[in-house]
């Protein structure tokens, strides 16, 4: 994993964003939480979430920087407490009890995303793909 860290200086000093990319299976802490993950690998892997219950408070997000044609990246939380949903061509793909996140590898496009906050109780996701089946959220 490489990291980036950009910021602006004026009277102070702001973080204005860290930029992490993923070439291959990665397990979250709540020390990545805020993080842009950039998805970076012609096969994909696995992301596994903290435990629900230790993210209250935390974000995450995941775009796609390369297309990947062998295998999709999921990203995946222990319980099925995965929210809400994402526009994919779109359409509506909602999800309600979920626990796997899955970019296909065969429908990604660069810059599909997608965003993730937990309030201890759940996992609230949205975000955006550019063709037909590009995200999916599902029960694995």
Same mark, same amino acid.
């Given at each position: ?40 690998? &012609?096969?994909?892997?696995? *992301? %596994?979430?903290? /435990?629900? !219950? #230790?993210?209250? +408070?935390?974000?995450?997000?995941? =775009? ?31 999800? &309600?009890?979920?626990?796997? *996140? %899955?970019?296909? /590898?065969? !429908? #990604?496009?660069? +810059?599909?995303?997608?965003?993730? =906050? ?23």
């Amino acid at each position: 994993m490489s990291t980036t860290l950009t910021s602006i200086s004026n009277d102070s000093l702001r973080q204005v964003g860290v930029i992490e990319t993923l070439t291959g299976a990665t397990t979250l802490t709540a020390e990545d939480s805020g993080k842009v993950f950039i998805l970076n690998a &012609a096969a994909g892997a696995q *992301i %596994t979430l903290p /435990a629900v !219950a #230790d993210g209250a +408070g935390q974000s995450y997000k995941f =775009v796609v920087g390369a297309l990947f044609a062998t295998t999709a990246w999921t990203i995946k939380a222990a319980t099925n407490k995965i929210q809400g949903g994402v526009i994919v061509n779109s359409v509506n793909v909602p999800g &309600a009890d979920e626990n796997t *996140i %899955t970019f296909s /590898a065969s !429908a #990604d496009t660069i +810059g599909d995303f997608v965003e993730l =906050v937990g309030d201890g109780t759940n996992w609230y996701v949205f975000g955006l793909g550019t063709a037909s089946g590009a995200i999916t959220l599902t029960v694995v």
